[in-house]
């Protein structure tokens, strides 16, 4: 890691990574993911990039929901998904567990479609001309860096949150 990203903050670097990804030909998707892999996740196999792909584009090149905030919320689900969802032996204790997750991720998605107006990529592209254009390329660059930065912000919540619950549990 360089000096200069050091001193930046885990917001700052997914931030600035997601961003630098897209430059390099990965898709609006595949940029969160790698950057999560590269920064937080470090011990997922990297194999588990496949699963980004095909939601490049808005989905397989239909332009529905963006592409890098699909990538905010796999980034986000690895850090606080679930890693067997059969651990809990009854339905009804495998639902209220998803209960925290959908809270977390419902916030963050609901921050990006404030910060936007829409998670729809066709919206967030199309007044800026040609899908292949330049100036739709430097938007997506920006919702990919915005997207990374706040799956970063949302999942050192998300660590926050359990250090309390932790705190909490100790002292019941």
Known sequence: MSEEQNELTLVEQATQNSSNY???GL?????????????????????????ATGFGSGMGETKNTCGAITGAVMALSSVIG????????????????????????????????????????????????????????????????????????YALKAEELVKEEEILARES
């Open 22 to 24: 897209f430059r390099q």
């Open 27 to 51: 898709n609006c998707t595949e940029c969160i993911m790698c950057t999560f892999l590269d920064i937080y996740n470090k011990d997922m196999p990297r194999e588990c990039m496949a699963l």
């Open 82 to 153: 679930r890693k067997d969802p059969f651990a809990k032996e009854t339905v009804r204790e495998r639902i209220l567990e998803l209960k925290g997750v959908y809270s977390l991720v419902g916030e963050m998605v609901e921050e990006i479609e404030d910060h936007y107006g829409t998670l729809i990529c066709k919206e967030l592209s199309s007044p800026l001309g040609e899908f292949e254009g330049k100036a739709r390329k430097k938007n997506c660059m920006e919702i990919i860096g915005y997207c990374g930065g706040l799956a970063m912000k």
